[in-house]
């Protein structure tokens, strides 16, 4: 890993779709009744997602900045690390609140809200089930937008990692970006990691996905699920034999069963922690920050793997896909991984 000597210089710079989520509980039935497919992310357009949001009883909904990278990079800062975010958010009353959701969190981003495009800005209607899976129906809005004039190359350039989140191969715009900041990333010799998001993006754009990758990555994020799509193989140990060809390493998360890291020579089992899941939603986003944080701060994959692994199992148990600054550095100092 080459890490490049800045004053400035930021532990991760992350591109991704800017998403204010909601996040709301409906019952076994709801999917069925309203033609909604459990357990992945679907696109929608504004029409269907208000339709779906006039059937939920929202007041038993919460308000909180999402989106994957969001997610990530604000985890990665509340760990104590430094992240740079390159979005679009819309000159809107959601739009302040992400970025002032990204500003309390003391990331730093592309955009001021006098910056932002008229609009919409993106969100997620997150539907959780009795059995704490999330299911996910996004408008991404001007997030859809996003591309490689929304970039900082200095940005790019005096951070440790890039980091892609996969849902932009979704759009042909956020396509180029990627492609763009992992050109500008390998030009300076910045490693680059990539998370493939949600099964759905692997299985529906495929052709994107691997045009993304490459002929590597320096680090990829996925779960089984997506690791098996993404190669083809119907188990665990194919597909980890598979990724050794397109990842130098890589992280696959497990759920209840812990991760398996590939730290470019060995293959690392990471116990989970037991705990009782009511939310998965942000599981993979907080791993990958607490991930981050642990390897950008010189600790073993090991070391960088128990505290996502805890830090995961904290988020599960309750409800949105983020902890409190409190509540990570809490779990940096249980783990002395800081």
């Not at 919460?62 to 975010?85: C, D, E, I, P």
């Not at 997030?143 to 929304?150: D, K, M, N």
């Not at 992992?182 to 691997?210: G, P």
């Not at 680090?219 to 397109?246: H, P, S, W, Y």
Request: aromatic share 8%.
């Amino acid at each position: 890993m080459s890490f490049p000597s800045a004053s400035n210089q930021y532990d991760v710079y992350a591109i991704g779709n800017a998403i204010v989520d909601i996040v709301t509980e409906v019952d076994h039935d709801f999917f069925d009744v309203h033609g909604v497919e459990k357990g992945v992310m679907t696109l929608v357009d504004e029409k269907r997602q208000l339709q779906l949001m006039k059937a939920i009883d929202m007041r038993r909904s919460k308000m909180s900045g999402g989106g994957s990278a969001g997610n990530t990079v604000v985890a990665l800062n509340q760990f104590g690390g430094r992240g740079f975010y390159s979005c679009v958010v819309a000159r809107d009353e959601l739009g302040e609140f992400f970025l002032h959701d990204l500003a309390r969190n003391g990331v730093q981003t592309n955009q001021t809200y006098e910056s932002c495009p008229e609009g919409h800005t993106g969100r997620c209607l997150v539907m959780t089930s009795p059995d704490a899976q999330r299911t996910m129906n996004t408008f991404l809005g001007v997030s859809s937008f996003l591309a490689p004039e929304h970039l900082d190359e200095s940005a790019i350039r005096h951070s440790r990692y890039v980091y892609l989140e996969g849902y932009l191969v979704a759009s042909p715009k956020g396509l180029e970006a990627m492609n763009e900041t992992k050109r500008v990333a390998e030009k300076n010799k910045i490693n680059v990691a990539l998370t493939f998001s949600d099964a759905s993006m692997v299985k529906y754009f495929s052709r994107q996905m691997e045009e993304v990758v490459g002929a590597s990555v320096d680090l990829l994020f996925c779960n089984e699920e997506e690791a098996m799509i993404f190669t083809g193989t119907a188990d665990l140990t194919a597909a980890r034999e598979q990724l050794k060809k397109v990842a130098k390493r890589f992280a696959i998360t497990l759920g209840a069963n812990g991760a398996m890291i590939f730290d470019g020579d060995t293959f690392i089992d990471i116990e989970p922690y037991p705990v009782r899941a009511v939310d998965t939603n942000g599981a993979g986003d907080m791993f990958a920050g607490a991930f981050l944080f642990g390897i950008t701060q010189g600790r073993s994959y090991a070391e960088a793997g128990k505290l996502a692994s805890l830090a995961s199992s904290r988020v599960v148990s309750q409800w949105g896909p983020r902890l409190t600054p409190p509540e990570a550095k809490k779990l940096v100092t249980e783990l002395a991984v800081g």
